[in-house]
């Protein structure tokens, strides 16, 4: 693995279906993001996580759920996916000490459509 | 709130210059990015800018003035790649980081 992969790619889910979306990087950095870009909006901060075993909200949580057993990985669940879901979803991880900012790393994405 | 302007769209010449701007309104600032974003794919990490004045990195330059919550990029000698989006995003006084919702910059032969 070489930097941050998310898995899947892409993938098409029925209303009311549970999905994970899978992040994981080799970086060893203690923070870790999820955005989704929707078009016009940018990307919207749902959950991060500031070292492992730590999670806290971001802009729009509602519907979402992360976990961060590790430091590697930083898994994102729909408990119930509804059509306003629907999106790009993008993990982002980052070497970042506390009272300091470096720059975010980001994964490929996943392109989730909900029917 | 937080706000964070940026044009919608904007094109520019190959061979050309364009400055791309972004204004912000945030609680407090520790820093401003900027990203580029090709379709389809990740946003990958252009510039950082924390104190006033101009960084140069190449073809591509930012500034920032922090009295007047505003930034701009300069893409210099534009190339057919450089179409893409590009992101502004700062961090707040709680470091958050603010994301803008991008230019997306089209360069014509």
């Known amino acids: 693995i070489a930097g941050i992969t998310q898995a899947p790619t892409s993938q098409i889910l029925a209303a009311g279906r549970r999905m994970t979306l899978r992040c994981t990087q080799d970086?060893?950095?203690?923070?870790m993001y999820w955005y989704r870009q929707d078009l016009g909006l940018g990307l919207r901060l749902i959950h991060y996580?500031?070292?492992?075993?730590?999670?806290g909200k971001g802009e729009v949580p509602d519907g979402y759920s992360v976990s961060r057993a590790n430091t590697d990985d930083f898994p994102l669940t729909l408990a119930s996916a509804v059509p306003s879901q629907t999106s790009v979803y993008f993990c982002?991880?980052?070497?970042?000490?506390?009272?300091?900012?470096?720059?975010?790393?980001f994964g490929p994405g996943t392109r989730l459509t909900v029917l | 709130g937080q706000n964070i302007d940026q044009p919608t769209e904007m094109t520019a010449t190959e061979g050309a210059i364009v400055q791309i701007n972004c204004t912000y309104q945030?609680?407090?600032?520790?820093?401003l990015f900027w990203y580029q974003q090709h379709a389809g794919e990740a946003p990958t990490f252009l510039s950082y800018?924390?104190l006033d004045g101009l960084e140069e990195k190449g073809r591509f330059s930012s500034f920032l003035s922090r009295s007047k919550g505003y930034s701009y990029l300069l893409l210099k000698e534009l190339q057919m790649k450089d179409s893409a989006s590009y992101l502004c995003?700062?961090?707040?006084?709680?470091?958050?980081?603010?994301w803008g919702a991008g230019t997306k910059l089209i360069i014509k032969p």
């Open positions: 970086m060893r950095h203690n923070a």
């Open positions: 945030t609680s407090g600032f520790n820093g």
């Open positions: 982002a991880s980052s070497d970042s000490p506390s009272g300091s900012y470096n720059e975010q790393f």
């Open positions: 995003a700062v961090i707040d006084s709680n470091y958050q980081l603010i």
């Open positions: 996580s500031n070292t492992a075993g730590t999670t």
């Open positions: 800018n924390v």
